[in-house]
C-alpha cells in the first residue's frame, strides 16, 4: 500500500502572529481556510511552491492558555541553498535562532529557528 504525506497540524495562540511568521521566515503561502464559527475554530493552510505538502494552523477561539508542545515532538524541517544567509535574516526578523549546528564529526549543516508557539523548525542546508 502506498502513502503520501499531506500535512502537520501545528495548534497556535495567535493566528495572526503565526501566520507571519510562516510566511516571512519561511515563504510558505496560504493556500486553503476554514472557518467554523459555530465550532469556535479556524484551520489554515500553508505550502512553499512545490505544493507537495502543507503546515496546518489550527487556533481554536480564545485559548486560556498556550499548547503543551510536549516531550514526544520535536520539530518541523525544511531547506535552503544559502544557510548562512537564512539564518542571518531569521535573527534581522528578531527569531529565537540557535547557532550552526553539524551532526558528531561533521561540519556545520543547520540550525534552529522558533516560532511564535514555541515549535521548533530545523533548517537545513539543501
Given at each position: 500500500?502506498?502513502?503520501?504525506?499531506?500535512?502537520?497540524?501545528?495548534r497556535?495562540?495567535?493566528?495572526?502572529?503565526?501566520?507571519?511568521?510562516?510566511?516571512?521566515?519561511?515563504?510558505?503561502?496560504?493556500?486553503?481556510?476554514?472557518?467554523?464559527?459555530?465550532?469556535?475554530?479556524?484551520?489554515v493552510?500553508?505550502?512553499?511552491e512545490?505544493?507537495?505538502?502543507?503546515?496546518?494552523?489550527?487556533?481554536?477561539?480564545?485559548?486560556?492558555?498556550?499548547?503543551?508542545?510536549?516531550?514526544?515532538?520535536?520539530?518541523?524541517?525544511?531547506?535552503?541553498?544559502?544557510?548562512?544567509?537564512?539564518?542571518?535574516?531569521?535573527?534581522?526578523?528578531?527569531?529565537?535562532?540557535?547557532?550552526?549546528?553539524?551532526?558528531?564529526g561533521?561540519?556545520?549543516?543547520?540550525?534552529?529557528?522558533?516560532?511564535?508557539?514555541?515549535?521548533?523548525?530545523?533548517?537545513?542546508?539543501?
Amino acid at each position: 500500500m502506498q502513502y503520501k504525506m499531506l500535512h502537520t497540524c501545528l495548534r497556535v495562540m495567535d493566528l495572526e502572529k503565526s501566520l507571519m511568521f510562516y510566511k516571512n521566515a519561511l515563504g510558505l503561502k496560504e493556500v486553503k481556510r476554514k472557518d467554523f464559527k459555530e465550532h469556535k475554530f479556524t484551520l489554515v493552510f500553508l505550502t512553499d511552491e512545490t505544493k507537495a505538502y502543507e503546515v496546518e494552523l489550527t487556533y481554536n477561539y480564545n485559548p486560556e492558555k498556550p499548547y503543551e508542545i510536549g516531550n514526544g515532538f520535536s520539530h518541523l524541517a525544511v531547506s535552503t541553498p544559502d544557510l548562512e544567509a537564512s539564518r542571518l535574516r531569521h535573527i534581522e526578523l528578531g527569531y529565537e535562532v540557535t547557532d550552526l549546528k553539524g551532526l558528531p564529526g561533521e561540519p556545520p549543516r543547520y540550525y534552529f529557528v522558533t516560532d511564535p508557539d514555541g515549535y521548533k523548525v530545523e533548517v537545513i542546508r539543501g
